[in-house]
């Protein structure tokens, strides 16, 4: 059974940085990319970064890029999004997830979702 479980949320003042950890598990993701997207309340899912799990080429979304960096760990079977220079638009509930896919930012596109970690940016 696979399972991603996210970690890391929090609330944080403007400017400031947030570390969110995706543990993943129940298979084999070597040939999956792995993303990251946010939903903030009455708006749609929105992606934010992704990241081939072989090799780690990366794609952002123009909103996040140059603040926000997403890697891998492969001892830890773990996804990583570091957060820099948070803004208040950055609030969101953000989820990881898995798919075939890769340099997607179609959340249809993911087959597997974490059940989401709140991000909260105060101004």
């Known amino acids: 059974q696979v399972q991603l479980v996210e970690s890391g949320g929090g609330l944080v003042q403007a400017g400031g940085s947030l570390r969110l950890s995706c543990a993943a598990s129940g298979r084999t993701f070597s040939s999956y990319a792995m993303g990251w997207f946010r939903q903030a309340p009455g708006k749609e899912r929105e992606f934010v970064a992704t990241?081939?799990?072989?090799?780690?080429?990366?794609y952002y979304a123009d909103s996040v890029k140059g603040r926000f960096t997403i890697s891998r760990d492969y001892a830890k079977n773990t996804v990583v999004l570091q957060m820099n220079s948070l803004k208040p638009e950055d609030t969101a509930v953000y989820y990881c997830?898995?798919?075939?896919?890769?340099?997607?930012?179609?959340?249809?596109?993911?087959?597997?979702w974490g059940q989401g970690t709140q991000v909260t940016v105060s101004s």
């Open positions: 990241i081939r799990w072989t090799g780690g080429s990366t």
């Open positions: 997830a898995a798919g075939v896919v890769l340099y997607s930012g179609s959340y249809s596109d993911y087959d597997y």
